[in-house]
């Protein structure tokens, strides 16, 4: 090859090398100012009081398995972290330290952490009727509610259930003093009734139903009857992240309403889902349990409503009565349901 062949692939090489170098520089431009332009989307920090699981119970369950809290925190550029504690008094104590931003609460913790002012308000209700009921063992002998006198009887001080457990004492003209009463709550009580430790124990009615199916206890009374009577489930904010955040607590909402729909349309889908799983061995309990108002589902309306708010300040009450909070709470001055309203405006005009 003569020498001027040569230069011209030389001078070849060199073009090719130097649009490599365009190509690149180019691309490194646009993958900057790509980076440049993204915004790392904020963490909503959103908690459980169902156990360290994670679990949701009720409304923000389903909404939860649906991908909806999800779909509607990106929609509006946030991500969303699920974190699960072992109970309510977890759940307060993080909000106090600003670890939390929302959560699902009992409505004896959000009767504590609205009495002590721990800066939560609420927003929102996970599911308006949980029903608690009294089991009593197989062997008792206890067959009506006047049996409980001489008996063994499990409930949790200071929670929903000594809550039910006094208000049955009043009803039913029960002797207190000729009642053992044992301070063991959830899977405590439950345990205590199946190996026969004591005689009736008052627990959630998906525990109860399981039992009831299995044989193992039998129903002497739930809340069922007496719905004034029944705990709530709540759903909770950080008031401060609420003030800089609210379009959070709109889209969350949104999904809670949009879940309502989607279990209106195939309840039976999602029973198992509503009892944060507690009646997976028993799936068919679920129809008994949820479907209790003729397939309105209105109890599971995320809306706070006024009835809500009376059974909670009831509640409270009781708990001033027996020095489980020690300040006296307006449970109306710390309720806010306009993130509810425009959430459901702005989903009714789509």
Request: one cysteine or more; aromatic letters at 8%; a negative charge.
């Amino acid at each position: 090859m003569n020498k001027t062949g040569k230069n011209n692939i030389k001078n070849i090489a060199f073009v090719i090398a130097g649009l490599i170098i365009v190509i690149v520089i180019i691309g490194g431009i646009f993958a900057s100012k790509g980076k440049s332009d993204s915004k790392e989307k904020t963490v909503v920090r959103f908690g459980s009081s169902a156990g360290e699981n994670g679990i949701l119970l009720g409304l923000p369950g389903v909404a939860r398995e649906l991908g909806y809290i999800q779909e509607e925190l990106n929609a509006i550029g946030y991500d969303v972290e699920f974190a699960g504690f072992a109970n309510g008094v977890a759940v307060n104590e993080a909000f106090a330290s600003n670890n939390l931003d929302v959560s699902t609460l009992g409505d004896v913790p959000c009767s504590v952490g609205l009495s002590n002012d721990i800066g939560i308000t609420w927003i929102g209700v996970g599911l308006s009727t949980y029903n608690n009921t009294i089991v009593v063992t197989k062997d008792s002998g206890i067959r009506e509610v006047k049996d409980l006198e001489g008996k063994s009887v499990a409930y949790g001080i200071g929670t929903a259930s000594q809550h039910l457990f006094e208000k049955v004492v009043i009803e039913y003209g029960l002797d207190e003093n000729k009642i053992n009463v044992n301070n063991l709550s959830g899977s405590n009580g439950v345990n205590a009734v199946l190996t026969g430790d004591v005689d009736a124990a008052v627990i959630g009615e998906n525990q109860a139903q399981v039992l009831a199916a299995d044989k193992d206890a039998d129903i002497l009374l739930s809340t069922a009857d007496y719905p004034e009577w029944a705990p709530q489930d709540t759903f909770v904010g950080r008031t401060e992240f609420l003030k800089e955040n609210p379009d959070v607590a709109v889209a969350i909402q949104k999904a809670f309403i949009r879940a309502k729909e989607a279990v209106i349309e195939n309840p039976d889908k999602y029973y198992v889902t509503l009892s944060a799983k507690q009646i997976e061995t028993h799936p068919e309990l679920g129809k008994s349990i949820y479907y209790i108002d003729n397939g309105a589902f209105d109890y599971l309306d995320s809306k706070v409503e006024q009835g809500n708010i009376d059974r909670l300040q009831l509640l409270a009450d009781f708990l001033y009565e027996i020095d489980k909070i020690t300040t006296k709470v307006d449970i109306s001055q710390n309720v806010d349901n306009s993130y509810y309203e425009k959430a459901k405006e702005e989903l009714d005009s789509k």
